[in-house]
């Protein structure tokens, strides 16, 4: 049996114990708050310390970027860790990874890296209004940024990007990017095996609501967008020497799309898979760090997920929705958390934006993200 051990023992974690029991894996997490390793489902049961997690497991896998280095060099001592440390700190380094993109001539919003009031002059000059500001490390969910729409308002949003620099560690920094008019929002989710075999699901459509994930929506889209996307995926997977799920991030413009950022790891956009393709984000993942064969990435039907945020119950009506899937993470429940996502499908995409209005009915009466406009959208 294979034993493998997750850093970061949140939702994807759990979602992975899930995907790897018919498959006979053995799935743990490391949960870098407690620094103890525990099962993913049931966090109460505990099976010791990191250095008992590394030698007890066949191989080691993260399921967030963030992971603190030295953890990540212990683990890829072992040579047990899949993807590499590398991969997994260009995707907490948007400085790295804005590095990466050049290098593979992925297109990309125009940017500038700025640690001083000179670097700030600089991208204002380089780059033209509106342009957002992002955290170099540990951005997520729209967390450590700015927008600045009008030159009136430079000197503050400076102020406040000083300020931060100044309480951050030293090698914080701050990506200033291009706002890009995007048409849509889309995402890519693939897999690579060691051998070099990759398998990439259909682009997914992204709406945010708050800076946060709020649905993602996977039906055929031309060809011409998922080859683009398909080609970058085995530019950077490739340049990478990948192994498991990477997911990138797009703006479309036009019939172009610009990387926007990646993720080295299971994604949010590609939940949908666990009811819309025919084998799901987290079992490829796992089968792909165990070097087993890819599972097919097909759609078998048009899919949406959409994400729970900061609520820890929907009512029972959502269960009446033809062909809907609720996942829970097991969460306590938190303004801005993901606590949960509900999966909905549909024989063709006419009868999933049928089933997305109806729960947009249930869910929009108590919170949930607006989906009143999105479901009419597909119709
Ligand atoms: P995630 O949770 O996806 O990791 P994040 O905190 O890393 O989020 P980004 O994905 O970089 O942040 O940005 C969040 C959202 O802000 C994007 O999905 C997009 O809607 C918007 N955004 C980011 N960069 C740009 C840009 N250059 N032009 C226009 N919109 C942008
Ligand atoms: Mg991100
Ligand atoms: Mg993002």
Redesign the pocket.
């Known amino acids: 049996m294979n034993k493998v051990l997750v850093l970061g023992a949140g939702q994807l974690a759990r979602m992975m114990e899930l995907a790897g029991t018919p498959l006979n894996l053995d799935v743990k997490a490391f949960d870098v708050r407690s620094d103890k390793v525990v099962s993913p489902i049931y966090p109460d049961r505990i099976y010791g310390d990191l250095q008992q997690g590394i030698a007890n497991a066949d191989v080691i896998t993260a399921e967030f970027e963030h992971v603190a280095h030295d953890v990540l060099a212990e683990c890829e001592q072992s040579g047990k860790l899949f993807p590499t440390s590398e991969a997994i700190k260009i995707g907490g380094d948007r400085r790295l990874e804005k590095a990466l993109l050049e290098s593979c001539c992925a297109a990309n919003?125009k940017h500038h890296f700025i640690k001083n009031k000179n670097d700030f002059n600089k991208a204002l000059e380089v780059l033209s209004l509106p342009i957002?500001f992002?955290t170099a490390l540990e951005?997520?969910?729209?967390?450590?940024?700015w927008r600045l729409k009008t030159a009136a308002d430079a000197e503050s949003t400076w102020q406040e990007m000083a300020d931060f620099l100044a309480s951050a560690k030293e090698t914080q920094g701050i990506v200033a990017?291009?706002?890009?008019p995007?048409d849509r929002?889309l995402s890519l989710v693939g897999v690579r095996r060691v051998n070099g075999d990759v398998a990439v699901y259909p682009l997914t459509e992204?709406h945010?609501t708050n800076?946060?994930?709020s649905v993602s929506l996977a039906a055929p889209v031309d060809n011409n967008l998922q080859n683009q996307a398909g080609t970058v995926f085995k530019a950077l997977s490739d340049k990478l020497g990948y192994v498991g799920v990477l997911a990138i991030?797009f703006?479309q413009v036009g019939e172009q799309l610009l990387v926007?950022?990646i993720?080295p790891r299971v994604h949010n956009s590609g939940h949908w898979t666990q009811q819309g393709a025919d084998t799901c984000q987290f079992e490829n993942h796992l089968r792909a760090i165990c070097d087993l064969p890819l599972g097919s990435t097909e759609l078998v039907r048009p899919t949406a997920m959409i994400n729970i945020i900061g609520e820890d119950a929907v009512p029972n009506e959502v269960l009446a929705v033809p062909s809907v899937t609720m996942h829970w993470y097991n969460k306590g429940k938190r303004a801005g958390r993901k606590m949960g996502h509900i999966n909905v499908s549909g024989e063709n995409e006419q009868q999933l934006a049928e089933r997305l209005q109806q729960l947009a009915g249930i869910l929009c009466k108590h919170a949930f993200p607006d989906l009143t406009d999105f479901a009419y959208a597909y119709i």
Do not use: P, S, T
């Open positions: 919003a957002i992002k951005g997520y969910d729209g967390k450590g940024q990017e291009q706002m890009v995007f929002e992204n945010h800076g946060i994930l991030e703006f926007n950022e993720a």
